[in-house]
């Protein structure tokens, strides 16, 4: 499966500190900020390149030593709920 990231939503780094900002339209619409962890922000990076989630896990396991499960169960854990707040949607 694939993902989009909403446009509207930077991508910013600022003091270690990784976030997601709502720009534009979203504004009003989407959390204003949303505060990333380490892997967060690794899998955002990844989102962002428009790859297939499978290969975005592949990374994860790759970067941060983990296994297979423990790499799909964050991931959809994280895909969940940034595609709630409306940061993401699935790609059609």
């Known amino acids: 499966m694939e993902y989009r990231v909403n446009p509207n939503a930077v991508y910013v780094e600022v003091c270690d500190e990784y976030l997601l900002v709502a720009v534009g339209e979203a504004r009003g619409r989407?959390?204003?900020?949303?505060?990333?962890?380490?892997?967060?922000?690794?899998?955002?990076?990844?989102?962002?390149k428009g790859l297939a989630s499978e290969s975005i896990i592949c990374a994860v396991m790759q970067e941060y030593e983990v296994s297979?499960?423990?790499?799909?169960?964050?991931?959809?854990?994280?895909?969940?709920?940034?595609?709630?707040?409306?940061?993401?949607t699935e790609s059609e």
Do not use: H, N
């Open 68 to 88: 297979c499960d423990e790499a799909q169960s964050g991931f959809a854990a994280f895909v969940s709920t940034l595609m709630k707040e409306g940061y993401i």
């Open 30 to 48: 989407l959390p204003q900020l949303r505060k990333l962890s380490e892997s967060g922000a690794f899998i955002w990076r990844e989102l962002e």
